[in-house]
């Protein structure tokens, strides 16, 4: 059975610092691109990085400089380390992969 499985998420204060992680189990994850999204209450779910097979990057505008996406193929492990967090960062953050995603994992930012 293919499936993804985020760890790492919790609360935080601002300025702090946390390292998401998604494991895949079922596919060779160094097949595809892996794609952090995240979703706030009430808003809709948001790209926030993406890497590619090869190892190139994308971040959304908001999180650029803060947080770095990346992928240990030997592991299955996708990681999204998450610097200088802020109240906005809040969210769940999901990992995707093709058509799998993870059940998500919350991340709060509070002082």
């Known amino acids: 059975q293919s499936q993804l499985v985020e760890s790492g998420g919790g609360l935080v204060q601002p300025g702090g610092s946390l390292r998401l992680s998604c494991e895949a189990s079922?596919?060779?994850?160094?097949?595809?691109?892996i794609t952090w999204f995240r979703q706030a209450p009430g808003n809709q779910r948001e790209l926030v990085a993406t890497?590619?097979?090869?190892?190139?990057?994308l971040y959304a505008d908001s999180v650029k400089g803060r947080f770095t996406i990346s992928r240990d193929n030997t592991n299955s492990t996708v990681y999204l380390q998450m610097n200088t967090l802020k109240p906005d960062d809040t969210a769940v953050y999901y990992c995707?992969?093709?058509?799998?995603w993870g059940q998500g994992t919350q991340v709060t930012v509070s002082s």
């Open positions: 079922g596919f060779a994850l160094d097949d595809y691109y």
């Open positions: 995707n992969v093709d058509q799998w």
């Open positions: 890497i590619t097979k090869g190892g190139s990057t």
